[in-house]
């Protein structure tokens, strides 16, 4: 990573909101790996290491609660930090991300990407 530059990894399967989060991210100095399906992301979160993971919950393969359980299960991810980004916004799909150890529940209809890309960068200070 040049000049301690922050790898995110981003596991989105909307090609269009990944590419934004990627372009917002990627303004701000961040190194950006993506994955469209939750196997992929689980395979470079393990092979990569990022500096945090950004995670969609409904995805194809594997959602994002079965990812975001074997991340915290792996002594190689689990002190990965993993904000859970997601339309689901229900209480108990909040609940069920933090148990499972996400660091973060951001809900994409209520944030901006700027709004995020601010809580990404609070994690760094």
């Known amino acids: 990573m040049p000049n301690g530059q922050k790898t995110i990894l981003l596991v989105e399967d909307?090609?269009?909101i990944s590419s934004m989060y990627k372009t917002k991210f990627e303004s701000a100095k961040f190194e950006v790996i993506t994955?469209?399906?939750g196997a992929d992301g689980l395979e470079l979160a393990m092979?990569?290491?990022?500096?945090?993971?950004?995670?969609?919950?409904?995805?194809?393969?594997?959602d994002g609660f079965a990812v975001l359980e074997r991340l915290k299960m792996s002594a190689k991810t689990k002190s990965?930090?993993?904000?859970?980004?997601t339309n689901?916004?229900?209480?108990e799909d909040v609940k069920k991300g933090q148990e499972l150890?996400?660091?973060d529940y951001l809900v994409k209809a209520s944030l901006?990407?700027?709004e995020v890309l601010a809580k990404?960068?609070?994690?760094f200070k």
């Open 14 to 16: 909307d090609t269009m």
């Open 35 to 37: 994955a469209d399906n």
């Open 47 to 62: 092979s990569k290491k990022p500096d945090l993971i950004l995670l969609d919950i409904i995805m194809p393969q594997l």
């Open 80 to 85: 990965i930090p993993v904000f859970l980004l």
């Open 88 to 91: 689901l916004g229900t209480e």
């Open 101 to 103: 150890g996400a660091k």
């Open 112 to 114: 901006t990407p700027g």
């Open 120 to 123: 990404v960068k609070k994690e």
